[in-house]
T-cell receptor, first 112, second 115 residues
Framework: SQKIEQNSEALNIQEGKTATLTCNYTNYSPAYLQWYRQDPGRGPVFLLLIRENEKEKRKERLKVTFDTTLKQSLFHITASQPADSATYLCALPNTGFQKLVFGTGTRLLVSP | NAGVTQTPKFQVLKTGQSMTLQCAQDMNHEYMSWYRQDPGMGLRLIHYSVGAGITDQGEVPNGYNVSRSTTEDFPLRLLSAAPSQTSVYFC??????????????FGEGSWLTVV
């Protein structure tokens, strides 16, 4: 069956460190993968998209990698700040359909 | 721009009642969708639309109806509310759909409790 897996346990790190979140998928062949941020009580907000022919994408302190052989994407936040504390969701398209499928998200807590 | 606007923000329904969650977007997006989000389940697609007059089912469509008479609006109807429909509902829109990787813009959510 098709699955998107993100670590359900919260990730606790100290301010200034690099946070690394993982998104693994099975039985998908996505043309791209997206990452979203969701704050409590709010809707998800788009952060980054990486396509299947791209190994790495950067935006300010964010970096995303995409390994289609391992079926895995890593999401990095460098020099993390308490304001980065949120839940981060990965999403990919269901092949052949106009459907974006989401992982359950990983909660990141950055302490001062 | 207002983006994606959902109403109401909070609603309590009795089992068996019907109601409509409203969603409007002002970005002239062709693609609109409804998700529900439950603890441990993530966001699950209920219905989506690729343009006015065109709708299709998502992952969890049972108990919900949609219609798309205009580009701007995409209401979600609960026909006969059940406690299992207690959830947070998000409406989302995208320029021309998700196939090419267009960004999806989400509304702020509607918290529904069915008692």
């Amino acid at each position: 069956s098709q699955k998107i897996e993100q670590n359900s346990e919260a990730l606790n790190i100290q301010e200034g460190k690099t946070a690394t979140l993982t998104c693994n998928y099975t039985n998908y062949s996505p043309a791209y993968l997206q990452w979203y941020r969701q704050d409590p009580g709010r809707g998800p907000v788009f952060l980054l998209l990486i396509r299947e022919n791209e190994k790495e994408k950067r935006k300010e302190r964010l970096k995303v990698t995409f390994d289609t052989t391992l079926k895995q994407s890593l999401f990095h936040i460098t020099a993390s700040q308490p304001a980065d504390s949120a839940t981060y969701l990965c999403a990919l398209p269901n092949t052949g359909f106009q459907k974006l499928v989401f992982g359950t998200g990983t909660r990141l807590l950055v302490s001062p | 721009n207002a983006g994606v606007t959902q109403t109401p923000k909070f609603q309590v329904l009795k089992t068996g009642q019907s109601m409509t969650l409203q969603c409007a977007q002002d970005m002239n997006h062709e693609y609109m969708s409804w998700y529900r989000q439950d603890p441990g389940m993530g966001l699950r697609l209920i219905h989506y639309s690729v343009g006015a007059g065109i709708t299709d089912q998502g992952e969890v469509p049972n108990g919900y109806n949609v219609s798309r008479s205009t580009t701007e609006d995409f209401p979600l109807r609960l026909l006969s509310a059940a406690p299992s429909q207690t959830s947070v509902y998000f409406c989302a829109s995208s320029g021309t759909g998700v196939g090419s990787g267009n960004t999806i813009y989400f509304g702020e959510g509607s918290w529904l409790t069915v008692v």
